[in-house]
């Protein structure tokens, strides 16, 4: 029998949210099926079956939100299906020593993966099961049991009892088995652990409106988590450029004639941006790299973010082993990237491990901002919109030019000024001289 649990898809992940079963109670599954579809913080994901068997049981509802680790449903072994009494009660008793045997086979990361960016995700580690003990009458919480009569509650559960200084014991468990979840020690304090539609929020005496709450979704709350840790802990330093962009716009419209002749897909001047970090990277790669308490973290690859915005908010998908790739490969991975972020299809790999980040609001008529650093990441590069403007040519004449901002975003732990500028002179080269993008 093995007991499924709510799997961590990515390294923010707390809690996750069932969107849809694809296996009802009663189903067979064989090892491989897709038994759900879990919402993460940034990702919509499908969940796979580890063993195969009946699907005994359901735990956990579509929409429901559950912390990671908990039960959501059972499957039992079809020899167990067909067993007599005395045989099932022996199989749920599972020795100790095999529990700790089955944890230990569970990759865990080692440091330094966390540490440097991944060349692949943990996804087997999330989808693990536990193997539970069962003894007496008890049902399928019987995970959150402990020794000596303590109450049965989850991690979260008890966590949340403690701050809120409530006793579990004369709190009543909606779980499995009677196990106390959450939303129980929520609903004992008088509170709603889910808010399921908007409410209307009452501002103090002399304000000019009232307010609306909206509830946070999983990825907001990972992103505001994230950019106060950020801005909080990372010295941040800003350095301003403005480029000539008539040289790339030009070599731009030149290869979009030629591909659209040939059917191909036509470059962005985001594709450009994206490939001159990857060649200034190569060329100051003091950038490509983080701060830790042992020391500076200088990265042999460049695993490039740029940042995609969603309805709910945005998420840096990655090209990885970028200094490998050419425009075109650049520019075909970042379009599928996007697309794939929009349908909420990235897998864990896709958007962890970056080394370095873009965000580009060009398209929204900005001219230039300030981004915040992606940690452990050492800098981000903020591009606005390429503006008309008049310049002084080379002939001491006024004429149109085509001008592009770039902010540098750096860590000041890692990166002083000094750096950060050569940094921005060879994105200048770049952008300025383009063919140098295509040697």
Not at 179 to 206: C, N, Y
Not at 311 to 335: D, F, M, V, W
Not at 341 to 366: M, W
Request: with cysteine; hydrophobic share 40%; proline share 5%.
């Amino acid at each position: 029998m093995a007991q499924i649990i709510m799997p961590k898809l990515s390294d923010t992940m707390t809690e996750g949210v069932v969107v849809r079963w694809l296996k009802k109670a009663g189903d067979v599954v064989n090892m491989g099926d897709v038994l759900a579809e879990i919402e993460t913080d940034k990702a919509t994901m499908e969940m796979e079956a580890f063993d195969e068997g009946v699907l005994k049981e359901v735990y956990v509802q579509e929409g429901q939100k559950i912390a990671v680790g908990e039960p959501i449903a059972l499957i039992r072994g079809e020899e167990e299906e067909s067993a007599s009494p005395e045989t099932v009660e022996k199989i749920h008793a599972v020795p100790k020593r095999r529990i700790a045997q089955e944890k230990a086979r569970i990759p865990q990361p080692k440091l330094a993966e966390v540490q440097h960016a991944r060349d692949t995700a943990d996804v087997e580690e999330g989808y693990s099961r536990v193997h539970q003990k069962r003894a007496g009458t008890a049902g399928p919480g019987a995970a959150g049991d402990t020794a000596g009569g303590r109450v049965k509650a989850s991690p979260l559960a008890r966590k949340v009892a403690s701050k809120m200084n409530l006793d579990l014991s004369r709190i009543e468990g909606s779980g499995p088995g009677g196990r106390i979840i959450q939303e129980d020690v929520l609903a004992a304090a008088g509170q709603k652990a889910v808010v399921s539609t908007p409410s209307v929020v009452a501002l103090p005496v002399g304000s000019a409106a009232e307010a609306e709450l909206i509830p946070l979704t999983p990825m907001r709350r990972v992103i505001a988590q994230r950019m106060v840790e950020s801005k909080s802990q990372i010295p941040h330093f800003y350095l301003q450029v403005e480029l000539d962009a008539g040289p790339m716009l030009q070599l731009r419209s030149q290869a979009n004639k030629s591909l659209t002749i040939s059917g191909e897909g036509k470059l962005s001047i985001n594709d450009f941006v994206l490939k001159a970090c990857v060649e200034a990277l190569g060329r100051v790669p003091q950038v490509n790299s983080s701060f830790s308490e042992n020391g500076i973290l200088r990265y042999k690859r460049v695993h490039l973010g740029f940042a995609v915005s969603l309805e709910e908010g945005l998420i840096t998908p990655i090209i990885r082993n970028a200094e490998n790739k050419s425009l075109r490969q650049i520019s075909a991975e970042a379009k599928e990237l996007s697309e794939r972020a929009r349908g909420k299809k990235l897998k864990p790999n896709e958007y962890q491990g970056g080394t370095f980040t873009v965000s580009n609001l060009g398209g929204f008529d900005i001219d230039n901002f300030q981004a915040i650093i992606n940690p452990p990441q050492a800098a981000i590069l903020a591009v606005g919109s390429v503006i008309k403007k008049p310049v002084v040519g080379n002939q001491d004449q006024i004429v149109v030019g085509h001008r592009l901002g770039f902010t540098l975003c750096c860590d000041h732990r890692v990166l002083d000024g000094a750096t950060g500028a050569r940094f921005l002179q060879e994105l200048r080269k770049l952008i300025e001289n383009p063919t140098l993008m295509l040697i």
